[in-house]
DNA sequence: CGCTTAATTGATCAGGGTCAATCGTGGTGG
DNA sequence: CCACCACGATTGACCCTGATCAATTAAGCG
């Protein structure tokens, strides 16, 4: 079932020394405590089906969820970086896996800490809330694109959606394989490639190498998001 | 823009008669209060872009959200019936239209009472909460279904679906048109159409008409929905 | 420097879309 | 009461996008 290495138990990557951050700022009570977590590139860090006692946040690294098919086919719900939480989960049981796109710190939160927060302070509570409706906008925004979009939209949505992460707009750093990105707009690696191969032989973009992507036609790659 | 019929006004539509729910059971606080409020067939509950300052939940009927695009794609997120809450949203606009399916009673609740609600109750919060995960996972779900699966998959487990919020399971009653159905599994009418026929071919489902569906064989539909 | 794995490119195929004709049904009015 | 109409659903013929299968190239890495 697990197609990853599975030589990474939690045991292994884990480097547990609780974090207090005295001089977090108050808009975040929520993240003033929590426990500092390491993962190699590609492992899980919790899967389907897991009991949800903790969530996350990224210190540094990429991470993506997602969903498994009997026969193995996925589906990649959402990639997270710097500054985004995830591992929010109706009830009690993992929905979606969690796994190392590169080589990742995070901050591990326990649920039942959290809750007792949020019992003595409601705008712990309205943060919490925020976050999954943040989340909920993506997966929302994520089902018009696999529903309802062509592979050419769906690349230049996906360029757009990372240049807008990137500090240097023009220059995109993708940290994830072609198989991530198909998985994650619902091609194969190969429709990936050659839509990128096509936008380059359009001058809309440059690339380098595999992992980056220079946009040399924002406007022209607006217009295909649509 | 609006596609639908443009004569309802929300006046028009309103029956604006406080409801309080004076025995209201004691786990749901939270909607202990609200107001009534009535829908044709077919009628635009609120849109994208709107203000967000309430959200409702279903007393009967069916309401549908969705996304368009700019040439008039449009993908339906999620449907909802009797007890389910829709109208969250992260910030103050609406990512998401909402439109009535059939004639429907809602009731409306106005963001800011709840805030205040949510103030003095912990538990409102955390039943908030919950809800937007629920949200979450159904969207999650969705995703998965809409990036990696085949048409008759995608059919089979809308059905099955359907089959678990009726309550004679074996009798689905579909509330949708064929466009409806298609523009949330990202088909064409056609190919629903086609899909449905082919199932009743293989005898594992029987239309009496486009709008009921018996299932005859739910193993089958459940090897199609994998 | 060869080995392994990821990415690209090409040839072919099939699933689902598009266009168009027909069928069915429910509503309306003569 | 029934003929007609309008609209939704179904069915058929054909096409196109993206998947599949296969070969080649490129890029780390020991």
């Not at 990474?8 to 500092?36: D, I, K, Y």
């Not at 996906?158 to 023009?170: N, Y």
Request: charged share 25%; with cysteine; aromatic share 8%.
């Amino acid at each position: 079932m697990n197609h990853l290495a599975t030589s990474a138990t939690p045991a292994e990557s884990f480097r547990g020394c609780t974090a207090w951050m005295a001089a977090q700022p108050p808009q975040e009570p929520l993240l003033a405590a929590g426990t500092v977590v390491h993962f190699a590139e590609n492992r899980e860090v919790f899967a389907e089906g897991d009991e949800t006692v903790t969530f996350f946040k990224v210190v540094s690294g990429v991470v993506r969820t997602c969903k498994f098919l009997g026969d193995g086919r996925r589906q990649i719900e959402a990639f997270y970086v710097e500054g985004d939480v995830f591992g929010f989960d109706a009830g009690t049981e993992r929905r979606v896996s969690a796994e190392t796109v590169s080589e990742c710190t995070l901050i591990s939160y326990r649920r039942r800490n959290v809750d007792n927060l949020a019992r003595n302070d409601v705008a712990v509570g309205q943060q919490l809330f925020e976050m999954a409706l943040q989340s909920l906008a993506r997966a929302q925004d994520h089902c018009l694109l696999l529903g309802r979009r062509g592979a050419a939209e769906k690349v230049a949505a996906f360029l757009l959606d990372w240049a807008g992460r990137s500090d240097a707009q023009r220059m995109v750093r993708l940290a994830m394989s072609r198989q991530d990105i198909g998985d994650y707009l619902g091609l194969t690696i190969e429709t990936v490639s050659r839509t990128l191969s096509q936008l380059e032989r359009d001058g809309i973009i440059e690339l380098p190498n595999a992992r980056q992507v220079r946009l040399l036609n924002t406007e022209a790659l607006e217009d295909l998001a649509a």
